[in-house]
């Protein structure tokens, strides 16, 4: 029988703290979405090619990858309060250089610094957040920004789209300006300053070997789908210097202990090795769908771009209908919420398998509601999952690496299903290519079972670890 856990009210301080630290989150959320819609205009603009362009798309990432790891020394060396504020000081000062970037050279160098500060931001929010809420409220609390960073890449295409489309490029930057400073002034008043550790030392070796081995695997995957000639140069050797580096950083964590900058012995604790595997499968899922969905409305329904991402929105509205999910998951835990969410997801990616150009719109609309709402409910509840086991000193070490494995995954998926698409079509027909290619998507989403066979059956009563805010 399933332990049923009292749910202890969130309280206004620590909604109040969730809705101040989500304003800043919005920025690097949506920005990526809405620059991928304005990187034609810039293309045209700036007089670049095809090739070039992505590298305002690549800098971003590679730059956000090798900060994240940083990020859990330096909550605890500078208090995740002082390092909030600097992701967004950091992230505000990249945005507003794009918008004045004079020629391609330098949009890309400040779409780095964008990265930076969104490398800064995301694992600290998360950080701030599960040290107010302890394990009995995670859920709940997480519940406000998973939401948000389900509908983002979602609602980022159409507002990406309308800024295009009504006028220049470099809005998309300027309107991430107000975002910053409005959450830096919220930050200011609201979020509460955490001791800091002065003495705290940073593992440098590990550092650099985890940055630059994630951002060479994201380099590679980003790479991966590209008809490309020199492949072994552009994929296969960061593809297997990433897995050296990272191999090299287990064996240098596990040698350094409790003093390492991501300690891997944190993924002893079973509730946060099962979510970080379910949470890379479900990235896999949820961002290798967010490149193939809209790709299929626009060639095989003849769709415009704005008008698949409105149609992609429809997963935005079945995110919003899981709002309820944190209480379940604060009550009973978190493997009920995943295996249904993860099985639904599958059966609603099922008919695109056998779409035409005829499939009925409101079939594949009840499709993308189902889809977008059990995704966003396995998110939520794994999340929120894996951080119950971990103390008060292993949270801003589990939020890097969160962060780290959504990233993964997402470039894990985008890539695999458009090598699909791609070599598939290529011999049997574009439309043979995309269902092959959503096969492969229910496939990936069926793997994240195995994970959920080890998430705990029920939730920690005490929630000792962790500070509260009341």
Known sequence: MVERTRLEPLGRPLIRLALVVIVGGVAPLVDTTVVN?????????????????????????LALAVTVPVTAWASDRFGAKRLWIAGLALFLTGSGLCALAWNFGSLVVFRAVQGFGAGVMLPVL???????????????????????????????????????????????????LPICVAAILLALNFVPR?????????DLPGVLLLGIGTAA?????????????????????????GVALTIGFIAWSLARGTRAAI?????????????????????????GALFLIPLYFQQQREMSALAAGTVLALQGVGSLLTRWVGGVVDR???????????ILCAAATLPFTIATAQTSWVLLGIALIVRGG??????????????????????????????????????AGTALLATVVTGVSATAGTVTGFHAAFLWSIGLTVAALIPCIFIPASRPTEPAAHTRTR
Do not use: C
């Open 37 to 61: 819609v304005a990187l034609h205009a810039i293309s045209a603009d700036l007089q670049v090619g095809t090739d070039a362009i992505q590298w305002v798309a690549t800098a971003y990432l």
């Open 126 to 176: 998360q950080t701030i957040l599960v040290r107010a809420a302890g394990p009995t409220r995670t859920g709940r609390v997480l519940t406000i920004v998973m939401l948000v960073s389900t509908i983002a890449p979602i609602a980022g295409p159409l507002v990406g789209g309308a800024i295009v489309n009504s006028d220049s490029w470099r809005w998309v930057f300027v309107i991430n």
């Open 194 to 202: 955490a001791p800091a550790q002065p003495d705290k030392r940073l």
């Open 217 to 241: 695997l994201l380099y590679a995957l980003s790479d991966a789908a590209a008809d490309s000639g020199d492949a072994v140069i552009r994929i296969w050797t960061p593809l297997v210097a």
């Open 263 to 287: 300690p891997v012995r944190i993924f002893a604790h079973k509730a946060f090795s099962s979510a970080t595997a379910t949470l890379f499968l479900t990235g896999v899922a949820l961002y």
């Open 332 to 342: 009973l835990g978190a493997r009920l919420i995943t295996v249904v969410g993860v």
């Open 374 to 411: 059990a995704l966003s409910a396995v998110n939520i509840a794994i999340t929120a999952d894996a951080f119950t086991e971990l103390s008060r000193e292993q949270v801003p070490a589990g939020s890097a690496v969160v962060r780290l494995v959504q990233q993964l995954g997402g470039a």
